[in-house]
């Protein structure tokens, strides 16, 4: 509404010919370029979006800067549905308030109508408010504030869509299996999803209902879940999944390695051979060692028999004894 | 022939070997429990159920790991060391080959808990046994070199999370079976030998009466353990006495592992930051493991006895965790780590030298069976106490005054010893008096 005082101001006598030269005047502003294309559509069309997308949020940032914060203050913004976006920056001068110019830029092109952007005073506190709708992908983007005062200081708006989450680690999967890769949104709702995958550089959407071979489906709207079936080492690659919003469309990549068998069987049977080798050392030497006792062993066995022949042909002259002695402990 | 396999307990030599393969078992063992944890979130991932079912799984391997002690001496006493040893190892490798066929979670509590669970139990059982026939002098010191093994396990999580990120979990899966059957070969070094049990425990003979009758004595529990047409009335009464004194140890260590099972996670989860649990892991392993190996060199030099020396370190682990919850700052919970480890290593390396101080030769078996299954039960239900009790408390505090409590009980049964050896001195006194 404010930003319809200047004009109205001079349509309210009811001048047409005043209202010719003022459409005359604003062409040239129409002609210059994107930026400050929506920002100059708003002007007669803002009570059309109004009325179009009756259920506008109100979506107020606030960004405060300070002489002393050197590096540049940010804030992330995630919009998917179409709003009516405030951003408002302040900024407190040590020095003098009047000297300080404020500026607007979108992605570093400078948004130059000024009657868009509200700039008041309040004690001794510099308030530059840019309100606008946003409601095309176009509009999305960076929009800075800028105060050249004695520094130049700047606040800036990233405004994007929701981000989409999938597996940051490629997903390993064998021949013959079925996987499911899934991607989710945290932030919001997306429209629709849609996923890709890759020949050579090139994307390409899949079809679900050529074979049977993938089957997209989520349990809620905010993921998805692509599953392959019968997977071939072919299908191992990158693939896309990207969610649709209202105000444009984010991506994330999966990457899917298909692994034949083989592939952790070598190491597998590397491991076996090594302990069937170890095996066969340990019994190897189990049986050497047996080999080496039984040999003294009958070296041994030859002598106690030798032995014993003695004893018996030296026993028969000492058995006297031990008979005579257990007589005595059996008397007793 | 029975000449030759009568040996005395060897202190060295092939006993070596022996240590090698009990830290082998060790490394094994703890690394099937630790690297559980990161099969876990895979599996939450990949079955998606719930925490508390795939938990499950790795509960029956803890406490079957424990329990099937029992189960493990029958076996043996069957079919004989070596071959329950190779048997163990084919059930834990067999176990981790075909979960990788896993097809839902209630598969995998059989073959990932059930399985493994029973095969380290076996091969930890009959390590031990074999171990405390081959060392009586060197007991403390080459128990503690052998359960260092357990310390190692920390290298063993990123190397699994390697496996996974190379050949997913059904891959990891089929190589940790492959590398179980390591075990096979060590196994084979368990060769078999007969000690004579020297009469020098705790229950020396404290009047001359037994003196007389000591060669007799002697010849009796030379083990063959199944050599029951020997034991006359003087060896059953014996094995009454023993008994009671081996019941107080196994209820001990019952108590220990109350105290021990929930309080490990519980250091973890005090700290928030990441870093300072990756510290505070390493010192504890570090510190443990060196711990062990001076408790088991102290003990082994006898100037006291053993369970003395765990009776202390019990009760300062139990006044260590009731002063926990005073350790609010990273200085102070680093503190209580150190000091928890030292003390921890301490008892840990004794609980096998003390068990056979207590016990004969010959029950070693049995008794490390009947410990262990109490200690299963207890792990067991451990965790789940600790649980209920900050649920309902909402703090860790009541948590670390119950530990300190279960290791404070169980010293108290280690007080009862002296008691317990006059009864059975007296014992044979009375038998003897009577066949007089």
Redesign the interface.
């Given at each position: 509404m404010r930003s319809l005082t200047g004009p109205r101001a001079f349509v309210a006598p009811g001048c047409p010919l005043v209202l010719l030269c003022l459409l005359v005047a604003t062409c040239p502003y129409r002609a210059e370029g994107d930026p400050t294309d929506s920002s100059f559509t708003s002007l007669p069309v803002r009570e059309e979006m109004m009325a179009k997308y009756s259920n506008l949020s109100l979506e107020s940032h606030n960004i405060s800067l300070t002489e002393e914060s050197s590096s540049p203050v940010e804030k992330n913004i995630t919009l998917e549905k179409p709003s009516d976006l405030e951003l408002l920056c302040q900024f407190t001068p040590s020095g003098d308030l009047n000297s300080v110019n404020v500026t607007w830029k979108k992605d570093g092109e400078l948004l130059e109508n000024i009657d868009v952007f509200n700039t008041t005073k309040v004690g001794n506190t510099l308030y530059s408010q840019y309100r606008f709708i946003i409601f095309n992908s176009k509009q999305m983007g960076s929009y800075s504030c800028f105060f050249d005062g004695e520094k130049e200081l700047r606040g800036t708006f990233n405004i994007r869509v929701p981000g989409v989450h999938g597996k940051n680690?490629p997903l390993?999967?064998?021949v013959g299996d079925s996987t499911v890769l899934k991607c989710e949104c945290h932030n919001g709702l997306p429209l629709n999803w849609t996923w890709y995958t890759s020949n050579g550089s090139v994307q390409v959407p899949i079809d679900v209902h050529k074979n049977d071979k993938y089957v997209i489906n989520g349990s809620y709207a905010n993921e998805t879940r692509l599953r392959v079936k019968h997977l071939l080492e072919e299908d191992g690659g990158s693939y896309w999944c990207r969610a649709a919003f209202q105000l444009g469309e984010s991506e994330e990549h999966i990457e899917l390695v298909v692994?034949s068998f083989m592939?952790?069987l070598k190491?597998?049977l590397a491991?076996?051979a090594?302990?069937i080798l170890?095996?066969a050392?340990?019994?190897l030497c189990?049986v050497y060692t047996q080999k080496k006792k039984h040999d003294p062993d009958d070296g041994k066995e030859f002598e106690q028999i030798e032995q014993l022949k003695s004893d018996d042909s030296n026993g028969i002259e000492n058995n006297a004894a031990p008979r005579l002695r257990k007589n005595e402990s059996v008397e007793q | 022939m029975n000449r030759e396999e009568k040996a005395k307990p060897l202190d060295g030599g092939w006993g070596w070997m022996i240590v090698l393969h009990f830290f082998l078992v060790n490394v094994f063992v703890m690394a099937m429990t630790k690297t559980f944890a990161i099969f876990f979130v895979v599996f939450q991932e990949e079955f998606e159920g719930t925490s508390e079912q795939i938990g499950w799984i790795g509960s029956i391997m803890s406490a079957l790991r424990f329990s099937a002690g029992p189960l493990a001496a029958i076996i043996c006493d069957i079919l004989g060391e070596k071959p329950t040893s190779i048997l163990g190892t084919f059930l834990v490798s067999g176990g981790y080959l075909v979960s990788s066929w896993a097809t839902g979670i209630p598969f995998l509590c059989v073959t990932m808990g059930l399985l493994p669970g029973l095969g380290s139990a076996f091969l930890y059982q009959v390590a031990a046994v074999v171990i405390t026939k081959y060392f009586k002098k060197r007991l403390g010191l080459s128990t503690a070199i052998a359960r260092s093994g357990m310390g190692l396990t920390f290298l063993l999580a990123p190397f699994t999370k390697f496996l996974i990120d190379l050949y997913d979990w059904t891959g990891a899966l089929i190589l940790f079976g492959a590398i179980a059957l390591n075990l096979v070969p060590s196994s084979m070094l368990l060769r078999p030998i007969h000690t004579e049990t020297v009469n020098n425990s705790d229950i020396k003979n404290k009047g001359s009466s037994l003196s007389a009758t000591g060669s007799e004595a002697s010849d009796r529990t030379e083990t063959y353990c199944n050599d029951t047409q020997e034991s006359s009335i003087q060896g059953i009464s014996m094995k009454k006495s023993d008994q009671l004194t081996k019941n107080l140890t196994v209820l001990e260590h019952q108590g220990e592992e109350f105290g021990n099972g929930p309080h490990r996670n519980r250091l973890l989860l005090m700290s928030n930051d990441k870093s300072y649990q990756k510290k505070f892991v390493s010192w504890k392993c570090i510190t443990e493991t060196v711990s062990q190996l001076i408790s088991g060199w102290i003990a082994d030099q006898n100037w006291i006895k053993k369970y003395q020396y765990h009776k202390f370190y019990l009760i300062l682990c139990g006044v260590t965790n009731l002063l926990a919850p005073l350790a609010t700052t990273f200085p102070l919970l680093m503190a209580y780590t150190i000091f928890f480890a030292i003390f921890a290593g301490g008892y840990l390396a004794l609980i096998l030298p003390v068990l056979v101080d207590l016990s004969k030769n010959c029950r070693v078996h049995k008794f490390l069976g009947y410990a262990s299954f109490f200690a299963g039960m207890a792990v067991l239900s451990g965790p789940p106490i600790a649980g209920w009790i900050y649920d309902y408390t909402q703090t860790y505090t009541g948590s670390f005054y119950f530990s300190g409590t279960c290791y404070l009980l169980s010293s108290v049964s280690l007080f009862f010893v002296p008691l317990a050896e006059r009864w059975k001195s007296k014992q044979p006194d009375l038998r003897r008096t009577t066949i007089k």
């Open positions: 680690k390993i999967t064998y692994l592939v952790p190491p597998f491991i076996i090594e302990v170890l095996v050392i340990i019994l189990e | -």
